[in-house]
């Protein structure tokens, strides 16, 4: 999981989404949009930005490296007086899912 501020720059991150994304604390105050990930995400500003101005979730799911696959959800960071204050970056490992969905329709 990976937190940005509203201007997109890094406020902490956990130690899955540093070694996913191959980020450091140094990157704590950069911007998100400057680092190079691991695998692609297509417009992930224009995402970003999307979902702390409109309050919206995004769901889609990443190819990773060696052949992993990830479910990426960006969800607006709410602080506890209810306050949008960035996004919040998720990933979950659903590689085994996609080889049984595959498996499964190679076999009908």
Not at 72 to 77: F, L, W
Request: proline fraction near 4%; hydrophobic fraction near 40%.
């Amino acid at each position: 999981m990976v937190i940005v501020d509203n201007d997109l720059k890094i406020r902490r991150f956990t130690a899955s989404a540093q070694k996913l994304l191959k980020i450091s604390p140094f990157d704590v105050g950069r911007s998100i949009t400057n680092i190079n990930p691991r695998f692609p995400v297509e417009d992930l500003e224009k995402m970003l930005t999307e979902v702390i101005t409109r309050l919206m979730v995004v769901c889609e799911e990443v190819a990773g490296v060696d052949n992993r696959w990830y479910e990426m959800r960006v969800r607006p960071y709410l602080t506890s007086e209810k306050k949008i204050d960035g996004a919040v970056i998720s990933f979950v490992d659903v590689t085994e899912r996609r080889l049984l969905e595959n498996e499964r329709i190679s076999h009908t």
